[in-house]
């Protein structure tokens, strides 16, 4: 493809240049179509760093070239993108990153991150600024934008960008995202199979969640009897912990896999009347209802449950009074074009059937990789168990429908990898271990061709590792050896579920 970017300073080789010529160099990045306009191209000193709208907190930076620029493939299209190359000491590869929930705004920590690494690094703000979806009303090219349109924009302006200042390519190309960047990763892989080496997609928020998270909100805080008050969090997580904990060979808190661990929450029925210490019948019956799929009339599965070991975050989705943006404003804004259009219609067969007929071909996940397979590469899946905001299963349900749509299902692919990760919540947090070197992984994986196997996890307290664990390829678990602290990644080893 051809260059979009030109630079109109003389070819600097980058070991001989001084400060000064990569400053000059930077500086005279020009855009190389009329879809494009630079409105910043400027060198930053290292240390610290503050954006220009005031976001700062970004220290030990190296010194980098910031470009932000914004697209324009459509004439309705406004695509804010940033790109950073470090001025010294590029690694000669490129890292993306994701945006989450309705994106809006640029990734900058997932950018320093990535340039404290040596990456050149871009995001983007996926078409729009603001956390809200309501852009989406009445633009539907906007709405292909989010969905894919800019992150590809943004990576062949990024790559070319990189040709022009460096003068030559990236060596290897990545993506790293979670939630809303898991799925974008996963958009790119299907649709630009040739764009990426490898792609990190964790938690993955598949856009069929938004109708089961309105489901959800219907069976339980659309009738306050329906409702549990979040102080009974605690009791029922529990009850479960004490029905499932143990099945991996240790009582720790945390359900190594929660797909074996069926609960009947009917023994916390309250006796009499209503106490904090007990369920009443409707709330007996909300509970079961979280841990169980959202099916439709046929008892057709549309979407998985959260996962038994999720009781501490379930207000997320079903603490109320109203479903969150996030998961509404797709139907206010875009299925129905009413930004007061009432949640408690919402009918999972009818209104969900609306919403995938707009997704369809735009935001729908595809799981036919086998281009992005047969190129060589790598996708690295990861998954929070616990986690409160993406039912865990529809990761699970994705990555086995890849390996049935590339043929891979009769045997473990080399090119693809799930990790569940046992007590982590939505990206992170939680009471499991949700800290792992993901892109020093991929690295090993596509550079070097080792595979991950087993790869140790961490927890923190208070800044300091208080937990590891091994995480497993699924659908294998973290098995304990029977003896040695529960603390101690080496004292676990990897097995066939329980």
């Not at 040739?194 to 990190?200: A, L, N, R, S, T």
């Not at 799930?418 to 994986?445: A, N, Q, R």
């Amino acid at each position: 493809m051809m260059a979009r970017w030109i630079f109109s300073a003389v070819v600097l080789v980058p070991a001989l240049v001084t400060a000064c010529a990569w400053g000059q160099a930077c500086e005279r990045l020009q855009a190389g179509s009329s879809s494009v306009s630079i409105t910043t191209a400027k060198t930053v000193a290292a240390g610290a760093f503050t954006t220009s709208e005031g976001k700062g907190g970004f220290s030990n930076l190296p010194a980098f070239c910031r470009v932000a620029a914004k697209l324009r493939p459509t004439s309705d299209s406004d695509i804010g993108i940033e790109v950073w190359l470090p001025v010294n000491g590029w690694n000669g590869k490129f890292l993306a990153v994701g945006s989450g929930g309705w994106g809006g705004s640029i990734a900058y920590d997932a950018m320093a991150e990535a340039l404290r690494r040596g990456y050149a690094t871009s995001a983007t703000d996926d078409g729009h600024t603001g956390s809200s979806g309501s852009f989406l009303m009445g633009h539907p090219e906007k709405f292909v934008d989010f969905a894919y349109r800019a992150e590809h924009e943004m990576t062949v302006e990024a790559k070319a960008l990189i040709k022009a200042f460096y003068g030559r390519d990236a060596r290897y190309s990545y993506w790293n995202g979670c939630s809303g960047g898991g799925r974008e990763g996963l958009l790119q892989a299907a649709r630009f199979p040739d764009e990426f080496d490898g792609i990190i997609a964790g938690d993955p928020a598949n856009v069929r969640r938004n109708a089961w998270a309105l489901w959800l909100a219907n069976q339980t805080f659309k009738d306050p009897a329906d409702e549990i008050p979040a102080g009974k969090y605690p009791m029922i997580h529990q009850a479960v912990l004490n029905a499932c904990d143990a099945k991996d060979g240790v009582k720790d808190g945390l359900i190594e896999n929660p797909e074996s661990c069926q609960v009947d929450l009917k023994s916390l029925a309250c006796k009499g009347e209503d106490k904090a210490d007990c369920l009443t019948e409707r709330q007996v019956h909300t509970a079961q209802t979280i841990i169980s799929p959202a099916t439709d009339a046929k008892g057709q599965v549309y979407f998985p449950r959260l996962e038994p070991g999720t009781e501490l975050r379930w207000a997320r989705l079903a603490g109320g009074p109203a479903p969150a943006d996030l998961f509404l404003d797709q139907f206010r804004y875009l299925v129905y074009q009413d930004p007061n259009w009432d949640w408690r219609s919402f009918d999972l067969e009818g209104d969900a059937a609306k919403a995938n007929a707009i997704n369809k071909n735009v935001d729908e996940l595809d799981p036919n990789l086998t281009a992005f397979s047969r190129r060589h590469g790598k996708l690295l899946l990861y998954h929070g168990w616990a986690d409160q905001q993406v039912a865990p299963g529809s990761t699970v349900e994705f990555y086995e429908s890849v390996l049935h749509a590339t043929g891979d299902s009769a045997n473990a692919p080399e090119w693809i990898r799930l990790y569940m990760m046992p007590g982590m919540g939505h990206c992170s947090g939680g009471e499991g271990p949700d800290t792992f070197d993901k892109i020093g992984v991929l690295e090993e994986w596509v550079e070097h061709d080792k595979a991950p196997a087993e790869i140790v996890a961490s927890h923190q307290s208070h800044g300091k590792v208080d937990r590891a664990r091994p995480l497993c390829p699924y659908p294998q678990a973290a098995h304990y050896k029977g003896s040695g602290s529960i603390d101690d990644a080496k004292n676990f080893s990897c097995a066939a579920p329980r």
